[in-house]
C-alpha cells in the first residue's frame, strides 16, 4: 500500500462521515468545500505517512495491519475533533496561546509545554504528521501496558490514561473504527507487474 492509495481510501471516508465545507455556525470554522477536501487531503496524507512508516509498529498484526491502524488514527480524530477547521489549523482558543490543554487533530493533552517527543503545541498544529504521530505513539504505549486487560484495552489509555477506565468513549470510537471498515472496504493492494520470460527455442 502507498501513501497516495492509502490517502485516498482516508478521504473517502473522511467527506462521507463529515462532507467538508458544512460548518456555518462561526466564521473561524467556515470554508468552501474545495478547502475543506484539500484540507482533508493534508490530514488523510499526514495519517497515512505514519501508518505506514516502517520506523513505527501498527496497532494491529496482519497484512492489512497499517490500513487499519490509519482508520483508527482517523476514527479517534474524528471524535476528538470532527475535523474542524479551527482545531486543525489552531484558530482562536484552540491555538497554541489559546490556554488550552489539549491541542491538533488528534487533541494531545500538554502538560509541562512540550509532549513526550519534545514537541510544542504549535508544533502539534504546524505539522499535522507530529500530531498524528504523538497520538500513534499514545496508543503505541496503551498496547504495552494494557494488554493484560483486554487486547483493545490500549484505546482506554487514550481516552482516559487509564487501562480500564473510559469505556463509554471507547466504545463510541471503536463502533466509529468498525463502521468506517464496513461502509468502506480497505482497497486491495495492487498484485506485482507478471514477469514475463522469454521462451527459449
Known amino acids: 500500500m502507498t501513501?497516495?492509495?492509502?490517502?485516498?481510501w482516508l478521504v473517502t471516508i473522511m467527506v462521507a462521515a463529515v462532507p467538508p465545507g458544512g460548518w456555518r455556525s462561526k466564521a473561524q470554522l467556515r470554508e468552501t468545500a474545495e478547502q475543506g477536501r484539500a484540507r482533508y487531503e493534508a490530514i488523510a496524507e499526514a495519517i497515512a505517512t505514519v501508518s505506514l512508516d516502517p520506523k513505527e509498529a501498527p496497532l494491529f498484526d496482519g497484512a492489512d495491519g497499517r490500513s487499519r491502524t490509519a482508520a483508527l488514527l482517523l476514527a479517534i480524530s474524528l471524535h476528538e475533533s470532527h475535523w474542524r477547521r479551527d482545531v486543525d489549523l489552531g484558530v482562536g482558543r484552540y491555538g497554541p496561546r489559546g490556554g488550552r490543554r489539549y491541542h491538533c487533530l488528534m487533541q494531545i493533552a500538554i502538560d509541562r509545554g512540550k509532549t513526550a517527543e519534545g514537541w510544542t503545541s504549535a508544533e502539534l498544529i504546524q505539522r499535522r504528521d507530529k500530531c498524528m504521530r504523538a497520538g500513534l505513539h499514545i496508543l503505541q504505549r496503551g498496547r504495552r501496558f494494557c494488554d493484560r486487560?483486554?487486547?483493545?484495552?490500549?484505546?482506554n489509555h487514550y481516552a482516559s490514561g487509564y487501562c480500564d477506565r473510559g469505556r463509554k468513549q471507547v466504545t463510541r470510537r471503536w463502533d466509529t473504527y468498525r463502521t468506517f471498515l464496513r461502509e468502506h472496504p480497505m482497497p486491495k493492494p495492487k498484485p506485482p507487474p507478471k514477469r514475463f520470460e522469454r521462451r527459449r527455442d
Not at 149 to 155: D, I, K, S
Open 3 to 8: 501513501v497516495e492509495a492509502l490517502a485516498a
Open 149 to 155: 486487560v483486554g487486547p483493545g484495552a490500549f484505546l
